[in-house]
């Protein structure tokens, strides 16, 4: 069953908007949850990440925002580039365990 | 720092053949893990080492799929013999411990084909 759901598989934004992906997880026992970021043809990397004692973690252009009580989370690019153009994946663990993936969602910046 | 390698990066073969996956992690990393990614999916783990000791491999399909990581290194993921589903991009990723961060570096991941 998936653990970890991102029911856009895709999403269009124009360069210098705001581009927001959501993730849904259902095991309340995730305790860690991060996003990835993969270009064709390479490994994801790693982006950011929050623990579940906080609601908010900001890098840069990058923030990711958690809700508990409503097994949320979402990350917001502000403001989009080209570059920033890939998928994006969601990803959730029990604290010392393995990664619970979503399907991801392909984000495409325009200019 | 060097990343995590991986080899070979693309793989041919014909179904009930045999295949080899190999991974070296980032130097000083204690945690490896090998993932299946399928087209379409996310990557799904298939097995957990913490040094050389498998701590999860409950969803690796052990009739078919074995992994090794001897000296608590460098890893291996076979398959024997390969069946058409196995067609995916295998992921290894590595991290420095179990406790700790929690983010795991990944490989640039071998991409199978199985005909």
Known sequence: DQQVKQNSPSLS???????????????SMFDYFLWYKKYPAEGPTFLISISSIKDKNED?????FLNKSAKHLSLHIVPSQPGDSAVY??????????LNFGKGTSLLVTP | EAGVAQSPRYKIIEKR???????????????LYWYQQILGQGPKLLIQFQNNGVVDDSQLPKDRFSAERLKGVDSTLKIQPAKL??????????RPGLAGGHEQFFGPGTRLTVL
């Open chain 1, 60 to 64: 840069g252009r990058f923030t990711v």
């Open chain 2, 85 to 94: 589903e196995d067609s995916a991009v295998y992921l290894c990723a590595s």
């Open chain 1, 89 to 98: 994946f969601c990803a959730a663990s029990p604290s010392g365990y393995a």
């Open chain 1, 13 to 27: 934004v124009q360069e210098g908007r705001i581009s927001i992906l959501n993730c849904d997880y259902t095991n």
């Open chain 2, 17 to 31: 053949q045999s295949v080899a996956f190999w991974c070296n992690p980032i130097s000083g990393h204690a945690t």
